[in-house]
């Protein structure tokens, strides 16, 4: 099996998502299938949180408009349900699959026994998750990201930032991938000034219970972070975080974002003046790449796993009060350098 290790950093195109996808939830953007065996276009089947969470499935949706601008095809999305089983993702993935989509994403881990299992069914269509691994199959691209690596800058972001010597970390749900951000934010805190105190916690133990798609919980979570002293809470919680720089915003305190750029989202303009940095993953052009190696005729397969290094992970500098701080720049060059020269280790849990 081939293994592909390069993630390019993708820019966004925009695209209108009509039609209703009547059977399961979803919204289309349909061209007509040329009947000659290509691809009728790209499909996204959405995590929780869905489409409008400012986070990895609208970056999912970016690169997919730009792939479906770019190659003159069509497009779906497809919302999830709440409750749904893993039967329910199987027959949304097959729903597209013979549908004529290719490739077909799966936007989020929960997606990977289901991925598995379509994954066999139709041999001849590459398939995507995002943020899982564990998938050994010829036709199926693991899009995976070192969220730690952004998270140990957001860690020195906010150790150089804070005044009060503590800074919070809200995450969505307690799952590995989240460790992942919460290891690095403390390391990169803790190797800055190990003065400075992180406050933890985790909205819920499964993301059934609404950890990725609740703002009031995470409003709530970073309310009490700011009463324990927090000057800084950086979020990991998918759509949850609107509500953390939602309670940034009031308590005028920090925020760092997480995914997306978050300072430069329309739905979150209110607060962008509180919003330091996001710490980004580029799940944009890897849904994009994906798309692009699918219509080259070589899709990508195995495991696709983006760093600083490949430019797929890193700190937003839209916030000019981020960007032009000198000292923080420099330190974050710094430690930018030695994670990529690997003289720092960062860890993941």
Not at 4 to 22: K, M, P, Q
Not at 53 to 67: P, V, Y
Not at 114 to 120: D, F, G, L, N, T
Not at 215 to 235: L, R, S
Request: charged content about 25%; overall charge negative; proline content about 3%.
């Amino acid at each position: 099996m081939r293994r592909v290790s390069r993630i390019a950093v993708a820019g966004v195109a925009t695209a209108t998502l009509t039609a209703a996808l009547a059977a399961c939830g979803g919204t289309s953007n349909d061209a007509a299938d040329s009947g000659d065996g290509k691809s009728k276009g790209i499909a996204l089947a959405y995590d929780v949180g869905g489409k409008g969470d400012q986070s990895f499935n609208d970056a999912a949706t970016a690169g997919m408009e730009k792939a479906a601008a770019e190659f003159k095809y069509g497009s779906k999305a497809v919302e999830p349900t709440d409750g749904e089983s893993d039967a329910d993702k199987v027959q949304r993935l097959q729903t597209l699959a013979k549908a004529g989509y290719n490739p077909v994403v799966g936007v989020g881990y929960a997606y990977a026994p289901a991925v598995a299992e379509v994954a066999e069914k139709f041999p001849k269509t590459t398939f995507g998750i995002v943020d899982d691994e564990t998938i050994d199959k010829k036709n199926v691209a693991d899009m995976v990201f070192h969220e730690e690596q952004s998270s140990y800058l957001a860690g020195v972001a906010a150790a150089l930032t804070t005044k009060s010597k503590t800074v919070g970390f809200v995450g969505g749900v307690d799952i590995p991938l989240i460790h992942k951000f919460e290891a690095g934010y403390k390391q990169g805190v803790a190797d800055t000034n190990p003065k400075v105190k992180v406050v933890s916690q985790f909205l819920t133990e499964k993301a059934e219970d609404g950890g990725f798609a609740s703002p009031d919980k995470g409003k709530t979570a970073a309310e009490g972070q700011i009463e324990d002293g927090a000057d800084v809470v950086y979020h990991a919680a998918g759509l949850s975080g609107q509500g953390v720089i939602e309670a940034a915003s009031v308590a005028k305190v920090w925020a760092i974002g997480v995914d997306s750029d978050q300072y430069s989202q329309d739905a979150l303009k209110a607060y962008k003046q509180y919003i330091l940095t996001s710490a980004t993953k580029d799940v944009a052009g890897a849904v994009y790449n994906l798309a692009k190696s699918v219509q080259d005729g070589k899709p990508e397969t195995g495991v696709v796993r983006a760093s600083l290094k490949t430019g797929g992970v890193g700190l937003a500098d839209s916030n000019p009060e981020f960007k032009d701080n000198a000292k923080l720049q420099e330190a974050l060059k710094k430690a930018t350098d030695g994670i990529n020269d690997g003289t720092i280790k960062v860890k993941t849990s």
